[in-house]
């Protein structure tokens, strides 16, 4: 009998909280040590992305895509955390991260 243990993504996640960009990051595992909840484990192969073995316990504190030396990391945060704003006139309904959004109303209230 093989007697190896693997440690594989948990796929009952319905989003992606963590991307990884494989051509910048280079393996330093900085997230890995930064980060609270050990959502990452280090890669077995050396330089390359670590592991995101529990993507549902993040709490999208940023610490791994700040600290990252490279810019690799970027989080992806669940529609109902992301800051988002509605025209008046129009109904238009705009949130950060869309593409282009327009800017918000400056305009001090009537």
């Known amino acids: 009998m093989d007697n190896k243990a693997y440690a594989l993504p948990n796929p009952l996640t319905p989003g992606q909280v963590i991307v990884i960009d494989e051509e910048l990051c280079n393996g330093c595992n900085t997230c890995v040590d930064v980060c609270r909840m050990d959502v990452m484990v280090p890669n077995p192969e050396k330089g390359k992305p670590p592991v995101v073995l529990y993507p549902d316990e993040c ?7 700040s600290d990252c030396p490279a810019g690799a990391l970027k989080i992806e945060y669940p529609l109902n955390q992301r800051v988002g704003w509605k025209r008046k006139e129009t109904g238009e309904y705009f949130r950060i991260g869309m593409k282009n959004p327009p800017p918000p109303n400056t305009r001090p209230p009537v």
Not at 59 to 65: D, E, N, S, T
């Open 59 to 65: 709490w999208f504190c940023g610490c791994c895509a």
